[in-house]
């Protein structure tokens, strides 16, 4: 049964940081590009960051580059989002998927806020 699995989410004031986690079983995780999305509702999903199987190639939306950084431990079956300086626009529900949506997690909310 394939899963994959978020936490870290939380609320967060402005100018902060965050770790998002997502582990996966049940599929390659190794053979498996892997990306977050963020979604608010009333809006389109939103890719945020991917990274390569191998992790040596990674790329963002303008919106985030310079402060998330994604990443991965194969071993761990797990892929990371490293969030800083978050503003209140990055307010959203957080998704890990697996080969460009053909796996996804349940999401996790993060809220940023004074």
């Known amino acids: 049964q394939v899963q994959l699995v978020e936490s870290g989410g939380g609320l967060v004031q402005p100018g902060g940081s965050l770790r998002l986690s997502c582990t996966a079983s049940?599929?390659?995780?190794?053979?498996?590009?892997m990306s977050w999305y963020r979604q608010v509702p009333g809006k389109e999903r939103e890719l945020v960051a991917t990274?390569?199987?191998?992790?040596?190639?990674?790329n963002y939306a303008d919106s985030v580059q310079g402060r998330f950084a994604i990443s991965r431990d194969n071993a761990k079956k797990s892929v990371y989002l490293e969030m800083n300086s978050l503003k209140v626009e990055d307010t959203a529900v957080y998704y890990c998927a697996a080969s460009a949506g053909r796996y996804w997690g349940q999401g996790t909310q993060v809220t940023v806020s004074s």
């Open positions: 990274i390569s199987s191998t992790g040596g190639s990674r």
């Open positions: 049940g599929f390659t995780f190794s053979d498996c590009r």
